[in-house]
């Protein structure tokens, strides 16, 4: 399967804040919040949502096509590590007027997490056209972007029936209603995770029958319980998570999950084996400080899916992760 992959660009700012967030929270002033927080290490790594998950399938063998916009000044050396590691960077414009998009994030002890994101190059994505890859790529997934162009590029989905999948994840609190019903509406699968689908279902209005009715198939990350995924007129799929983790940094698990869950589906194989799978390329991003800086080796990969979810179900990915 021929997948492409839409949304930010972007150099990850990560910090570690050694105490608890709840802890400098005061309930009866959350109006009013004024907090800074001392953090202990800062690390700056590549990232953005969409290169996040082509990294992921690249490193699983796939080739995905990445779509969306970097600054022409500071992504030369981002562009050839993608590259390197499997991605079609073809579909990627460089900006003249913007830096690439700055995510930056503070993450303590609970592995809790607070975070702000600058967009720059990505404020142009709604420059790019989709229409061109219908019969070139067999699914499309749309990622968190500037809200405009995820609109576009699902509009541009329907008309040209490019199959996709509707990934709203840090764009969802920019999000209305109604926004977020047209970008899930057709939609072959949608990525979640337990708070995102609820408060799907509250800007909606839908409830979780009226949202598995209007998209193919969701999949719904629940951290440390592993993975659900819904099918109208089907049992839920549960899947326990990946045992003996040992976390560092939570972001772009979220990321390597869906990379991972895709490949599987890429390669033929259940909706249950595509959790596993998730769960754990999200486990090599939880265990490693940088959405990409963790390695998928086949070797140490099946043997740990072995342990964690059985012989049979190590067979069925060692064949197509060589």
């Known amino acids: ?86 991605v079609d960077t073809s579909g990627v414009r460089e900006s003249t007027q913007h830096h690439t998009a700055r995510f930056i994030g503070t993450t303590d002890t609970d592995m809790n997490q607070i975070a702000s994101f600058y967009p720059g190059a990505m404020t142009e994505d709604n420059q790019i056209d989709l229409s061109d890859l219908a019969g070139l790529v067999e699914l499309v997934l749309i990622g968190a972007s500037d809200p405009d162009a995820m609109l576009a590029f699902t509009k541009q989905c329907v008309q040209s029936q490019i199959p996709f999948a509707a990934d709203t994840s840090w764009q969802l609190a920019r999000l209305d209603g109604e926004q977020v019903s047209t970008l899930l509406t057709g939609a072959d699968y949608l990525f979640c995770n337990e708070y995102e689908a609820t408060l799907t279902e509250h800007k909606t209005g839908w409830s979780t029958a009226d949202l598995n009715d209007r998209v193919g198939i969701v999949v719904t990350t629940l951290g440390g319980r592993g993975a659900r995924v819904d099918r109208a007129g089907h049992a839920p799929i ?85």
Not at 13 to 24: A, D, K, N, S, W
Not at 240 to 258: L, W
Not at 277 to 285: D, F, M, Q, R, T
Request: with cysteine; net charge neutral; proline share 5%.
């Open 238 to 322: 549960l899947v326990p998570a990946v045992p003996g983790v040992v976390p560092k940094e939570p972001t772009g698990a979220g990321d390597a999950f869906r990379a991972g869950f895709l490949a599987a589906v890429s390669w033929g194989l259940s909706l249950e084996r595509a959790a596993q799978v998730g769960n754990l390329v999200a486990v090599h991003a939880l265990e490693t400080t940088g959405t990409q800086e963790y390695q998928l080796k086949p070797a140490s990969f099946t043997s740990r899916f072995a342990a964690a979810y059985g012989a049979q179900a190590a067979a069925d990915i060692a064949s197509n992760f060589i």
């Open 1 to 86: 399967m021929r997948i492409a992959v839409t949304g930010s660009i972007a150099t990850d700012h990560l910090m570690t804040f050694p105490g608890r967030f709840v802890e400098q929270l005061m309930p009866d002033k959350l109006d009013k919040i004024a907090l800074s927080f001392l953090v202990d290490t800062l690390v700056i790594r590549r990232g953005g949502v969409a290169a996040n998950i082509a990294f992921g399938l690249g490193c699983l063998g796939l080739r995905p096509l990445l779509v969306g916009t970097a600054g022409q000044n500071d992504f030369v050396g981002y562009r050839e590590w993608l590259e390197a590691h499997g």
